[in-house]
């Protein structure tokens, strides 16, 4: 096989070519990626500080759930990796990755599961968000769907999984230190760029995806939030009449 990897060659005679970098992440899921993260600390911090910034933890939120959506409905249409059935496959892949045999591109094992739990997680928050309250200045949206019960047992939950999700934040970040100094795996540059470096011949050029798949995707998730956002104008109540005043 010829191998051509920064500008150097080696054949072992089968006459197949690997070239150095593969594509690896879409233009929609690197920008899906580096959106959520800055929408999910932004929410942590306005939902930290509280007081006036909770209308923006409100519209956050929104936010957050349409790229949630985004990326649910990516996982089917989208390029090779960002698929579900490529992370969902890796989860069982934990021992070849342990023992050092893992060949396949994009996610590996660990990655899969990080990813699966912080979507996981992050969807728990928007919804019980959709439907907290804090009794004082903030509503979400959905909040008159559910007992006045249910929704401080819902906003209690949402207060209390921001430290799970500040510990999901900490390994990811963590971990992309470590692949990025110690295993010299430049994660991060490759979620701009979209390349990455081949490590094993059967890698191949992530495939799919297309401009036409990305506006169905983002059109759904629109949907989703106008639909949040509508039925939470519709369930309000209507604010009560003043009462005439009598001139005597």
């Not at 096989?1 to 005679?13: E, I, Q, W």
């Not at 306005?46 to 519209?59: A, E, S, V």
């Amino acid at each position: 096989m010829r191998v051509t990897a920064g500008g150097r060659g080696c054949s072992d005679g089968e006459g197949v070519e690997m070239s150095g970098h593969i594509k690896l992440w879409d233009a929609p899921l690197r920008l899906f990626h580096w959106l959520f993260a800055g929408a999910v600390i932004a929410a942590i911090v306005t939902g930290w500080i509280g007081g006036n910034l909770m209308p923006w933890h409100g519209r956050l939120g929104l936010l957050v759930l349409g790229l949630l959506v985004f990326r649910l409905v990516w996982g089917f249409i989208g390029s090779t990796y960002a698929r579900w059935s490529r992370i969902f496959g890796a989860t069982v892949g934990v021992k070849a990755y342990l023992q050092g045999n893992w060949r396949e591109a994009g996610h590996n094992p660990l990655g899969a599961f990080s990813v699966l739990a912080m979507l996981l997680l992050v969807s728990f928050q928007v919804t019980s968000g959709l439907m907290a309250t804090d009794d004082i200045a903030f509503q979400g949206p959905l909040y008159a769907l559910i007992s006045s019960e249910t929704g401080s047992a819902l906003s209690g939950l949402h207060r209390q999984a921001k430290w799970l999700l500040l510990v999901l934040i900490g390994m990811h970040i963590a971990a992309i230190i470590y692949y990025t100094m110690v295993m010299r795996r430049p994660l991060v540059r490759a979620m701009i760029k979209g390349r990455a470096r081949r490590e094993h011949p059967a890698q191949q050029d992530a495939r799919g995806g297309s401009l036409l798949a990305a506006v169905l995707a983002i059109a759904l998730a629109a949907a989703c939030v106008w639909g949040a956002q509508s039925v939470g104008d519709w369930l309000k109540p209507e604010p009560a009449a003043a009462a005439p005043s009598l001139d005597w």
